[in-house]
């Protein structure tokens, strides 16, 4: 089984910062992909960003320019740091990752539990 294990979600002003982690765990032979999915009461869930193996990024186009996100292959961890945040970036942020298990098995996709993060105005 795979094990995500977020961190840094909080309170902050419009304006501030924060930085998410995510560290995977558990029998992981490979990572395709890390990324950061947000939902609000009543909505879907929506991608904000994204990180491939080899360093390819994806960015919702309403994070671009103020959200970044990177990732330390050896440790499997991946971080959003977040800047000039605003209210409508308040929501709970779910931690993803597409990996596989063994040498042929096939990629899946595991989900850590979410973290809160507010932005007051």
């Known amino acids: 089984q795979v094990q995500l294990e977020e961190s840094g979600g909080g309170l902050v002003q419009a304006g501030g910062s924060l930085r998410l982690s995510c560290a995977a765990s558990?029998?992981?032979?490979?990572?395709?992909?890390m990324g950061w999915y947000r939902q609000v009461p009543g909505k879907q869930r929506e991608l904000v960003a994204d990180?491939?193996?080899?360093?390819?990024?994806s960015y919702a186009d309403s994070v671009k320019g103020r959200f970044t996100i990177s990732r330390d292959n050896a440790k499997n961890t991946v971080y959003l740091q977040m800047n000039s945040l605003k209210p409508e970036d308040t929501a709970v942020y779910y931690c993803?990752?597409?990996?596989?298990?063994?040498?042929?098995?096939?990629?899946?996709?595991?989900w850590g539990q979410g973290t809160q993060v507010t932005v007051s105005s």
């Open positions: 990180i491939k193996s080899g360093g390819r990024t």
């Open positions: 993803t990752t597409t990996c596989r298990m063994t040498r042929w098995g096939p990629n899946d996709d595991y």
């Open positions: 558990g029998s992981i032979f490979s990572v395709y992909s």
